[in-house]
Nanobody, 126 residues
Framework: VQLQASGGGLVQAGASLRLACAAPRAITSTYNQFDMAWFRQAPGKEREFVAAISWGGRDDYYIDSVKGRFTISRDNAKKVVYLQMNSLKPEDTAVYYC?????????????????WGQGTQVTVSS
């Protein structure tokens, strides 16, 4: 059971991209019971938390390095979570993964997320 991430690409520094992640059929009927998150893994580095949004969309969380540039949102009717990325920097280059977990207290711990997407590559050139 995998989430389907899309929207990655090659852009220049300062550009914008919007990633999307669709829920698999296995959780669409209970999608609004899941917190959603984005993680990323840069070459040679460990995967890290980027952003998360609560099941109802009221609460969101960001890693410090993307605050003010990235916005996470969700459309529970369409079962999709988005990551709007503005003012992209070369250090944002990574494979971006979406993840889902049954709604609970906020956490960046990857092991707490039950479902993962296959990843989408984002490359930012200087």
């Amino acid at each position: 059971v995998q989430l389907q991430a899309s929207g990655g690409g090659l852009v220049q520094a300062g550009a914008s991209l919007r990633l999307a992640c669709a829920a698999p059929r296995a959780i669409t009927s209970t999608y609004n019971q899941f917190d959603m998150a984005w993680f990323r893994q840069a070459p040679g580095k460990e995967r890290e938390f980027v952003a998360a949004i609560s099941w109802g969309g009221r609460d969101d969380y960001y890693i410090d390095s993307v605050k003010g540039r990235f916005t996470i949102s969700r459309d529970n009717a369409k079962k999709v979570v988005y990551l709007q990325m503005n003012s992209l920097k070369p250090e944002d280059t990574a494979v971006y993964y979406c993840a889902a977990r049954r709604a609970s207290a906020f956490t960046t711990r990857q092991s707490s997320y039950d479902f993962w997407g296959q990843g989408t590559q984002v490359t930012v050139s200087s």
